[in-house]
């Protein structure tokens, strides 16, 4: 069986300093606090909390000074649940749980999605490795709704890992949804096809979040490389800007951009940095910023973008602070706070809050 991955594509209207998302209030990978000391490099975190939780890869959100995530247990009967916390403590405010039969999934730790928590109507949308939908009161943790999708609508065609994202192009929206045959826009408003582009992908790994910016659309896989996309002014059309099929590969690692130049974790050369409209690769850290493998990954957040401040959680559980721009990168701090992990973190003011397959820890970071 593989994954089904579904996106709730619904407004978020948390506060500013919430994460109510997969990758931020934006969804975008920007943190960028309010305040930011500016000895940062020199401040050593404090460990909050840690509390034990089930396995799983999904990111953690918070809002309100709440803690959310999906977890999985396997004994002594297999359920798949979500969790909201308390930001200060820890302690377990509510969980709601569901079976689930993983069977010989693979990589089958747990969920993969984020859950999505939408403030203005009180609600915490999840979504399960097997393709359970749930709907839940934000308070009470009270199921409001609860469908398998697989078993309601069916799912002929193999399903990927990517997040779908809404874009806004010459005054139309669409939604991107990258899977493992092709790289679609759809109409948000009636799921029309809008546009396709062939991009057959090995194993069905199209994962990492694309990034759109001034009309053009990159997506980078693992076993297949970078296709950068120009929109058109017809929402119907797209063309091949350019791509490159061996020395951008990226994988599960989000890019960011800045200044015409995209970051992003490639498999063989660690994080390097190139030029959107071209390709043209600048610099790579040679692996230095997570470990070399058949699967790297980090989490990479803009802490001041304007500076070209960066932090990252990397797999091996390490915090990093790193200063980036066209030309180069430095390392400015790297503290251990997690064991291994590819699940995204929550950045909410001064705090980081991250979980691996087994803890989710709570940091004050100055």
């Not at 920007?30 to 020199?42: F, K, Q, V």
């Not at 990517?162 to 790289?183: E, N, R």
């Not at 974790?265 to 030029?275: E, I, P, R, S």
Request: include cysteine; hydrophobic fraction near 40%; proline fraction near 7%.
């Amino acid at each position: 069986m593989k994954p089904l991955i579904l996106a709730f594509l619904l407004p978020t209207t948390g506060l500013a300093a919430d994460w109510p998302q997969f990758r931020g209030p934006n969804a975008d990978g920007r943190w960028n606090p309010a305040t930011l000391p500016a000895d940062i490099a020199n401040r050593e975190p404090i460990r909050l909390w840690t509390a034990p939780i089930g396995g799983g890869y999904g990111g953690v959100t918070v809002t309100e000074h709440r803690v959310f995530i999906m977890e999985r247990q396997s004994e002594p009967t297999e359920l798949e649940s979500v969790t909201c916390r308390d930001a200060d403590s820890g302690e377990l405010i509510w969980r709601h749980d569901w079976p689930v039969e993983y069977g010989d999934l693979p990589y089958g730790n747990g969920p993969r999605a984020s859950v999505l928590l939408d403030t203005a109507h009180r609600r915490a949308f999840a979504f399960g490795a097997t393709g359970v939908a749930v709907c839940l009161d934000l308070d009470s943790g009270e199921p409001l709704w609860q469908i398998d999708t697989v078993t309601e609508f069916g799912g002929p065609d193999p399903a990927g890992y990517s997040t779908p994202m809404l874009i806004q192009h010459k005054g139309h929206s669409q939604m991107i949804v990258w899977g493992p045959k092709h790289i679609q826009s759809l109409d948000p408003a009636k799921g029309h096809l809008l546009w396709k582009h062939p991009y057959p992908i090995t194993y069905g790994v199209s994962i990492a979040q694309p990034l759109f910016h001034d009309g053009m659309l990159l997506v980078s896989g693992y076993w297949h490389g970078t296709k950068c996309l120009r929109l058109g002014g017809d929402p119907k059309k797209a063309s091949l800007l350019w791509e490159n099929e061996t020395d951008l590969c990226g994988l599960m690692s989000a890019p960011l951009f800045r200044d015409g130049t995209v970051f992003l974790l490639d498999k063989n050369q660690g994080l390097q940095a190139f030029d959107l409209g071209t390709g043209k690769v600048h610099w790579s850290d040679d692996n230095s910023l997570t470990q070399a493998g058949r699967n790297p990954q980090f989490s990479l957040v803009w802490m001041k973008e304007s500076e070209g401040l960066a932090a990252l959680l990397n797999a091996e559980g390490e915090l990093i602070y790193l200063k980036v721009d066209d030309e180069s990168f430095a390392e400015l701090a790297r503290h251990q706070i997690l064991g291994k992990t590819w699940a995204h973190p929550a950045f909410v003011e001064n705090r980081i809050y991250a979980r691996s397959d087994s803890s989710l820890v709570a940091w004050k970071l100055w």
